[in-house]
């Protein structure tokens, strides 16, 4: 049964940074893509940024373009996010997602498990 759990996820200033971390249990790194989403109150749930082992690639959002990186942690089977120079609007529940295959990664339906979430509040 695989299992996603985040952490990292605290009250910073805008201009600050944080690195989320997400744990992967009972799956090992194949044909498959990871990614970050989040969802702020009274919104829908929006991409953050994927990364696809196989082909070495990188996806963000426009919106995070140059801030955010995503990375792949060997070590624990999982992804990091290192978010810089934080907004307000960043704040928002950041969840981890898994998928697999040749799927869009941009798109919510293409994960197959998800994490629980983790709360970013930037505050201005």
């Known amino acids: 049964q695989v299992q996603l759990v985040e952490s990292g996820g605290e009250l910073v200033q805008a201009g600050g940074s944080l690195r989320l971390s997400c744990v992967a249990s009972?799956?090992?790194?194949?044909?498959?893509?990871m990614g970050w989403f989040r969802q702020a109150p009274g919104k829908e749930r929006e991409f953050v940024a994927a990364?696809?082992?196989?082909?070495?690639?990188?996806y963000y959002a426009e919106s995070v373009e140059g801030r955010f990186t995503i990375s792949r942690d060997n070590a624990r089977s999982g992804v990091f996010l290192q978010m810089n120079s934080l907004r307000p609007e960043d704040t928002a529940v950041y969840y981890c997602?898994?998928?697999?295959?040749?799927?869009?990664?941009?798109?919510?339906?293409?994960?197959?498990?998800w994490g629980q979430g983790t709360q970013v509040t930037v505050s201005s």
């Open positions: 990364i696809r082992w196989s082909f070495r690639s990188t």
């Open positions: 009972g799956h090992a790194f194949n044909d498959d893509f």
């Open positions: 997602a898994l998928g697999y295959g040749l799927r869009n990664v941009r798109v919510a339906t293409s994960y197959d498990y």
